[in-house]
């Protein structure tokens, strides 16, 4: 997935694990912009197995690792 095709509040899956777990999307870091160090663009998500979680773990991804849920 494009970083563009992102939307803030969308739940997406992770494609290594598409039948577990959903990410929800919070915001997308440009390259070099703080906390991300890295030279790529990174989503932070909130990381849950319900879809519209209550509280979840947040993670860091990058966009071609997302999926969106048909």
Do not use: F
């Not at 997406?12 to 039948?19: D, E, K, V």
């Not at 777990?21 to 919070?26: E, L, Q, R, S």
């Not at 890295?38 to 860091?60: A, L, M, N």
């Amino acid at each position: 997935m494009r970083p563009q095709d992102i939307k803030i509040g969308v739940s997406y899956r992770h494609r290594s694990s598409p039948n577990y777990g959903y990410a929800k999307a919070v915001k997308i870091l440009k390259p070099k912009q703080l906390p991300n160090t890295h030279t790529y663009t990174i989503v932070v998500c909130e990381q849950s197995v319900e879809r519209d979680p209550i509280w979840g773990i947040i993670k860091y991804y990058r966009p071609c690792d997302l999926e969106a849920i048909e």
